[in-house]
């Protein structure tokens, strides 16, 4: 699918733009617009900090004024920790991600205005805007880094486009144990201590095997682990018989 535009309105420093740029790639996302860097353009310590994502600096779209960043955008978000005064809709950047990707699907154009690092967006950027993304910071220190907004928002494009495994289990190269390894465990364990005298008294002794069974299953073992556990048990009873 399409992806929405990231616009970086008056950035100040190359290192952001290089840091955003990068952010950008991590999530899968190459299409940035520059509005009036401050310190020109191309600049020397945005390529550096870019890191591997310097092509997305060299097709970055550059613009005087934000009007002509956003001219073929039907839909603009406008990231700022505050609406300053304007009566707009604000949005978590995860909610601010839904709609884009609802509109991008619908045949629109979606951008996302990120300020200047001193002061961020000023009003006259917001009320281009139709919607404001606002994240839940601390309020009492709210300013966020420009390379780190762009970082969320990206990272939050990325969970709306991409099936993301919420969990899931490295496995290393191993395979599951299967049932019949786990039983053949349990009795491994079940004679040796049988032998040992563990399960005493008598009358507790199916009890205790039976909690014992259920232990094994209970346990995410693998084949590595259950032949592990196989070879602790033998270690033992040879260092035992040594003993004697």
């Known amino acids: 699918?399409?992806?929405?535009?990231?616009?970086?309105?008056?950035?100040?420093?190359?290192?952001?733009?290089?840091?955003?740029?990068?952010?950008?790639?991590?999530?899968?996302?190459?299409?940035?617009?520059?509005?009036?860097?401050?310190?020109?353009?191309?600049?020397?310590?945005?390529?550096?900090?870019?890191?591997?994502?310097?092509?997305?600096?060299?097709?970055?779209?550059?613009?005087?004024?934000?009007?002509?960043?956003?001219?073929?955008?039907?839909?603009?978000?406008?990231?700022?920790?505050?609406?300053?005064?304007?009566?707009?809709?604000?949005?978590?950047?995860?909610?601010?991600?839904?709609?884009?990707r609802e509109k991008i699907l619908a045949g629109e154009k979606v951008a996302v205005l990120f300020g200047p690092e001193r002061a961020g967006l000023e009003n006259d950027d917001i009320a281009k805007a139709n919607a404001i993304i606002n994240v839940p910071v601390n309020p009492e220190f709210a300013s966020l880094n420009l390379a780190q907004c762009v970082l969320l928002t990206a990272y939050e494009w990325r969970r709306q486009a991409v099936d993301v495994e919420a969990e899931r289990m490295e496995m290393a190269g191993a395979d599951w144990a299967s049932q019949i390894e786990i039983e053949k465990l349990a009795d491994h364990y079940e004679g040796r201590l049988e032998e040992a005298g563990f399960f005493f008294p008598e009358t507790k002794a199916e009890g205790m095997k039976l909690v014992l069974r259920n232990f094994w299953s209970r346990m995410p073992l693998t084949r590595p682990d259950v032949q592990m556990m196989h070879g602790i048990l033998r270690q033992m009873v040879r260092w035992k018989e040594r003993g004697d």
């Open 1 to 100: 699918m399409s992806q929405p535009a990231f616009v970086l309105v008056r950035p100040q420093m190359g290192e952001n733009i290089g840091g955003a740029a990068r952010a950008m790639w991590n999530f899968g996302l190459d299409r940035m617009r520059l509005v009036s860097p401050r310190d020109g353009w191309p600049n020397p310590k945005a390529v550096a900090m870019a890191s591997g994502a310097g092509r997305l600096l060299d097709e970055a779209k550059l613009c005087e004024t934000t009007a002509e960043a956003l001219e073929d955008c039907s839909y603009v978000f406008a990231t700022t920790a505050r609406a300053r005064g304007l009566t707009k809709p604000v949005v978590t950047p995860e909610r601010a991600m839904e709609i884009a």
